[in-house]
T-cell receptor, first 109, second 116 residues
């Protein structure tokens, strides 16, 4: 079956760096997405990776290794507003989106 | 990106009743997607709504339980029928934008349903 694993919850300190990992096993691969979801709100798009390597977008970066079925989202200079759930999603060989359960990130002062 | 207006934002419903959720998009889109998000769980696709044809349902979801309308390219409704407490969840509509494969989903704000 198809599967996406990410940690359930992580805690980090304001101003620090945190890395949220995502591993996947899918039938085919057509890209990996990261979404941010604040409590009580809709998910919003953060990043997309389809080739191996690092994509940087301001304080957020996303890395992909297709051979390892692995991605991470790196958040730098953490701010209190970064407290949210981070969802990893993979588009499989049939272009279906497979979603992880999300990682709840708690930022402490 | 598209702006999606979804309502109701939340509701408390009695067992056995039905509720219709509406989504309005500010641009014309071919497909609209309906998701369910149960507490602490993944987003689960319920169905894909195409204008002018019947919705395509995912495994585990049936039209009798979740009838969908798609009368035009900017609007869709999802009805949760004969509700039970197990239907308590957040329901989200979404649309895709961008190039095939790299399509990004834009979501409505969600409808949080509690069934008593």
């Amino acid at each position: 079956g198809q599967n996406i694993d990410q940690p359930t919850e992580m805690t980090a300190t304001e101003g620090a760096i945190v890395q949220i990992n995502c591993t996947y096993q899918t039938s085919g691969f057509n890209g990996l997405f990261w979404y941010q979801q604040h409590a009580g709100e809709a998910p919003t798009f953060l990043s997309y990776n389809v080739l191996d390597g690092l994509e940087e977008k301001g304080r957020f970066s996303s890395f992909l290794s297709r051979s390892k079925g692995y991605s991470y989202l790196l958040l730098k200079e953490l701010q209190m507003k970064d407290s949210a759930s981070y969802l990893c999603a993979v588009r499989d060989g049939n272009y279906q989106l497979i979603w992880g359960a999300g990682t709840k990130l708690i930022i402490k002062p | 990106s598209a702006v999606i207006s979804q309502k109701p934002s939340r509701d408390i419903c009695q067992r056995g009743t039905s509720l219709t959720i509406q989504c309005q998009v500010d641009s014309q889109v071919t497909m609209m997607f309906w998701y369910r998000q149960q507490p602490g769980q993944s987003l689960t696709l319920i169905a894909t709504a195409n204008q002018g044809s019947e919705a395509t349902y995912e495994s585990g979801f049936v039209i009798d339980k979740f009838p969908i309308s798609r009368p035009n390219l900017t609007f869709s409704t999802l009805t949760v029928s004969n509700m039970s407490p197990e239907d308590s969840s957040i329901y989200l509509c979404s649309v895709e934008e961008g190039a095939t494969g790299a399509n990004v989903l834009t979501f409505g704000a969600g409808s949080r349903l509690t069934v008593l």
